[in-house]
């Protein structure tokens, strides 16, 4: 599957959005109140149980690996 350059950017945005809430999140773990509230379901869907993030660089390297084989 290729994806397009705005696919591209649009992934490439949301990650380092992603990746600067999780910073957030650790360098203001300890302290009492802090710019970013994680909010935890208090009855996960158990359907989501066994869900496991996508590694979107590996996704990437593979796709592109994929492509230049074809």
């Not at 591209?8 to 773990?29: G, H, P």
Request: negative net charge.
């Amino acid at each position: 599957e290729i994806f397009t350059p705005a696919h591209e950017e649009n992934v490439r945005f949301i990650y380092e959005a992603w990746q600067c809430v999780e910073r957030d999140l650790r360098s203001q773990m300890g302290s009492e109140r802090g710019l970013v509230e994680e909010y935890v379901e208090k009855m996960p869907n158990p359907s989501l149980k066994a869900f496991k993030p996508v590694d979107l660089g590996d996704l990437k390297r593979r796709n592109t690996q994929d492509a230049k084989k074809s």
